[in-house]
């Protein structure tokens, strides 16, 4: 004969008189909290965020590009004139810092990466050899520079391969370039001081034209905010060195 039966289950999170009795007494566990699911929140829609100079930002070239065709910029000429001046910016911005790195080159290269350079760019060319410490030095210098002032065109070449028979004693060799012409010529380390730093380096390039440019302005920044901004960091370097030499001195 079959064993006919059922095990009666209430609603989920409900309980019996008798049920709240024993857990009073610490005979049941507590009750666990009835299930709730989590309220709803719809997701924002884009399109009725406001919009505004910082929405405008916040977009790229390509994003810029695809909003001249916005009815809701149309309708909002303060935006829409915002839209025009932002693009232009980045597109200034873009073509002005277009290098940022020191560039190595070939004696065949040398006419036009380097003499035929645009006239509104600086060339800044290290005649080197691998093994001698003294142009490693400067190579880094250099590279530090060439991150800082990425509108400044750096390039390298070995010296024999830009000039034969170059003598390794003139090693590291720096040449300054502009519309065709030799602005400034370094040779070794002596120009660039007891110790040879990139703030160092910058404060020589600089002495007499406006070589490095860091593309942050249109028209470029002069000559003098160039020099007195690395002044300024050649300061905080000094100050940072002498911190660190005094470091483990005490008075105690």
């Not at 309980?15 to 857990?23: C, K, V």
């Not at 610490?26 to 997701?43: C, I, R, W």
């Not at 502009?178 to 910058?202: D, I, M, Q, W």
């Not at 300024?232 to 660190?244: A, G, L, N």
Request: a negative charge; glycine letters at 6%.
């Amino acid at each position: 004969m079959a064993d006919y039966h059922f095990v009666y289950k209430d609603l989920e999170g409900a309980s019996t008189q008798w049920d709240d009795i024993q857990r009073k007494l610490g005979n049941l566990p507590a009750k666990p909290p009835a299930f709730k699911p989590p309220s709803f929140t719809p997701a924002e829609d884009e399109a009725s965020v406001p919009k505004d100079k910082s929405w405008i930002d916040d977009k790229n070239e390509q994003d810029l590009e695809d909003l001249e065709d916005d009815p809701d910029l149309d309708d909002d000429r303060f935006l829409e004139e915002y839209r025009k001046k932002r693009l232009s910016e980045l597109r200034e911005a873009a073509k002005v810092a277009r290098f940022g790195s020191v560039v190595p080159i070939s004696g065949s290269d040398f006419v036009h990466e380097v003499s035929q350079a645009p006239p509104d760019v600086w060339v800044v060319v290290i005649l080197y050899k691998e093994g001698i410490a003294e142009c490693g030095l400067l190579m880094q210098c250099l590279e530090d520079l060439a991150t800082k002032y990425p509108a400044t065109k750096f390039v390298k070449i070995i010296s024999t391969d830009c000039i034969p028979n170059y003598p390794d004693r003139n090693l590291p060799t720096l040449l300054v370039y502009n519309s065709g012409a030799v602005k400034a010529n370094h040779v070794g380390l002596r120009s660039f001081g007891r110790r040879c730093t990139p703030e160092g380096v910058a404060l020589v390039l600089c002495q007499s034209d406006p070589v490095l440019n860091d593309g942050q302005s249109v028209n470029g920044r002069s000559r003098e905010a160039v020099i007195d901004g690395v002044r300024k960091r050649f300061i905080e370097t000094v100050v940072m060195q002498h911190e660190d030499n005094d470091g483990g001195y005490s008075s105690d």
